[in-house]
């Protein structure tokens, strides 16, 4: 019998040369992750069980990211940046991306991808649930508390469960109204939020093939919304390409073999798509967005890890250019890269940043921002009875900040083209 | 480790997410002040929506008034268990309240993991569904030696899954201790 790609890096990761779903194994880890809300009580578990002789594993592979609530007057939120920097500072820590300086990068899990620390066959632990985005790259990757991080920190290595794989293959060419958005979407309304937990997702066919990173790491970063340990898509010339441009070369890949084992199989034809959306209160209550057309809304969200990335922003401004939006939009680039290039990309002469301030939109720092809602000053964030559609990844009850809020996910060509009418419409009104 | 854990039920639905265990507005507390570290206990499943607290009736909060320990020690729970954000916070303010074990159809994965790592509470895993056979107050009964939960109340006993490969873990009181034992660091 064969193995998965998965199954593959937790055998390397492991020492051994094969590994079975189900068994548990000890994990070399590459890189640790860590961000505002999880790295301060991460370091005092550290500090509390290594004690007096507590030291990091290896400082280069330790990675911080300030990114969750940074541009708030909360005390106790910044008392956590100040806890991270003080530890940085005593640590030396090569790897600490200050808010406030020219290193500070934003959304974790994008400035991962940025900075070339996913590196395909290797294995990646993120005190967050969205670690899994890293899984693109054709590497393990995944998310763990406290505890386990603190663990990591000081030995470098931790337990895990070798999961069984579930296989979606994506047939057809991609359709210009459907992104991978839609795509995660159309799985989670099938599987629903515990479909694949404690297993691997796996993507792959023709139309993954087609997509670039960005799209690819929308997909793996909803695999937590499906309860996934890990999604992940095997390396071909576009990853190759994206890991050459950032001097990212030296890295192993692996690929399912042909009799490995799969716990369910999926097949879809793209073509046959349509745009989608999941509707309140969660993100497997999964709908056609014509049948929702028409919902008034008040609040339209651009950002986050999942849909705040420069090729959302591209779908966005395809439709955006010329129009005026109807009700309030905020625009979130996940990174300050991104930001950057919004500025630098353009479409018909016009760059990204222009048609947005052009159509009326609000354009915010690099930040997670109001997706998970945050202190009561963050831009975005819902209020009272607001109705929201979003490019984020999660509408549970007060998610995005009130608890009477309703809270609709989508692709970023549908938020945009909501925006445009002020009421949920299915972007095919517009290209 | 207790070879038996004995007490009172408290029945709750399918998808308990850790928002519901311990709302993200309570996640400022410092964990190690002994006094701060009471609130998790007072706010532990205090968003469990009031008909869904304590079933099969409803109505009944894990917490009374002012208290940061329940009169409840053993949850049932349906299928997913613990679903949604990694915070660590959710098994710690169980453990707070006083909750000794998690009796569920199935976890999501960071919940069940903090919960063994961490050393807070017991999560069995059930072969059956039983949060439709076992009320909130029912006298129960889990033993670990042969992995089976009895309600007192009802007279009935249930299969649990073996913890499995968690076991020496879970028997050390978590992932330090563990790996102190067995000479890890
Ligand atoms: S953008 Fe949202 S989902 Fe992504 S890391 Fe930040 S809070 Fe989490």
Redesign the interface.
Known sequence: MGMTITEKIFAKASKKTRVAPGESVWLDVDVLMTHDVCGPPTIAIWKKEFGEKAKIWDKEKLVIFPDHYIFTKNTNANRNVDLLREFAREYDLPNYYDVGTERYKGVCHIALAEEGYNVPGTVLFGTDSHTCTSGAFGMFATGVGNTDAAFIMGTGKIWEKVPESIKFTFNGKMPEYITAKDLILQILGDITTDGATYRAMEFGGEAIGSMNMMERMTLTNMTIEAGGMNGIIAVDDVTRHYLNEIDVTQYEEFNSDEDAFYHSQYKYDVELMEPLVAKPHSPDNMDKVKNVEGTNLTKCYIGSCTGGKLTDFQFAAKLLLGQKVKVTTFIVPASTQIAKQLEAEAISGVSLKDIFTNAGCIIAESSCAACLGGPSDTIGRSVEGDVVISTTNRNFPGRMGSKLSQVYLASPLTVAASAISGEITDPRKFL | MEKKIIGKAYVLGD?I?T?QII??EH??YS??DPEELKKYGHFALSSVPIEQAGLPFGGKPFIDGDNHKSKFNIIVGG??FG??????HAPLSLQVAGVKAVVAE?????FY??SV??GFVIPFESSSKLNDKIKTGDDVEVDLESSKITNHSSGETYRLRPLG??YD?VKSG???NY?RENN??
């Open positions: 998808n997410d928002d709302p993200a996640l400022v964990t190690s299928s997913n679903c949604g954000s990694s915070r660590e199935s976890y999501a994965r960071i993991r903090n790592d961490g490969s968690v873990i978590g992932l330090f790996a890890m660091i």
